[in-house]
């Protein structure tokens, strides 16, 4: 069955159940830090294993070290990848590994709270992290994991609105991105805000990178505001290639443009249907709140 995931913006890193993916972008080291105590005391209290990822020069060297006992900190370039560049198979292997360790350990689960500079020492393109992230987005899910990635601007430029586009939470800004995609479970994808010319690309890799991690079994459109003409040609070439595909909760106007197109019967596997009575759960995401969570 698909799952309840988190989305939107957090007012800060709290109330972050299993399955929770936050981007979070430092603008101070101080509020992060802060921050990632609260996060990591809630990961405590709900019987999680915790996890600190930093570049190796900066561990040990946070400015409020008052966090749970028995957080391991580890530079994932060098204790997960050897030193070498991004491996997206090796990482998720070993949260999957840590992630089991945890379990027979007795713990709930494991969370993260990730400074993202770790991956400066091999830098990824911009399209090779948000592909990154947005497959560790499902592997979040699958796990039941809670993670936090921090991403400081100053250091990633504009691959961090890409990163910040395949997260289903984000915190430390109220920029949302025009363009948002995130894993909903059960084969499925959920999609937010614009597909048009500036987002094209993005959106077509998107579709690329999820189709290729899994079947896709749904897309929920709940909060697609507006699609592209050339957005529907890209979900057309997209969903061709799967067996049975439903598009939830679509725009008028993709409904309209996919029968005008002739791709209802083109692409009969490719159905439409609203939520209610389907199982995806996709509510409006909140413009902004404190505390909260969108649900």
Sequence with gaps: MPVVRQHGEL???SQLRPGAHVCYLIESQDDFEA???????????LGQKLFRFAPASAIGHERSPAVPERVIR???????????ALNPHSMFSR???????????????I??????????????SPSELADFELVLDKVVTDLGATVVCAYRPGSFGSATSQALAVHPLYAGTSA????RIWYGGDGG????????????AAFARALHVA????AVRWIGCTNLTFISAEGIALLSRATAGHDRIRIVDAPAVLRRCWQALGLDELQPHVTFADSAGTGVHAGRIPVAHTGGVGR
């Design 11 to 13: 007012g800060e890193l």
């Design 35 to 45: 921050a990632t105590r609260r996060c990591l005391f809630e990961g405590a209290e």
């Design 74 to 84: 580890l530079d994932p370039h060098s204790d997960f990848l050897g030193g070498g």
């Design 95 to 109: 949260f999957a590994e840590q992630a089991a360790v945890a379990q027979h350990e007795g713990f709930s689960g």
């Design 111 to 124: 969370r993260v709270v990730a400074d993202m500079d770790w991956l400066l020492a091999h830098p990824p």
């Design 176 to 179: 949302q991105p025009a363009f």
């Design 189 to 200: 994808w959920h999609l937010s805000g614009v597909v048009d010319m500036t987002t094209e």
């Design 211 to 214: 189709g290729t991690t899994a």
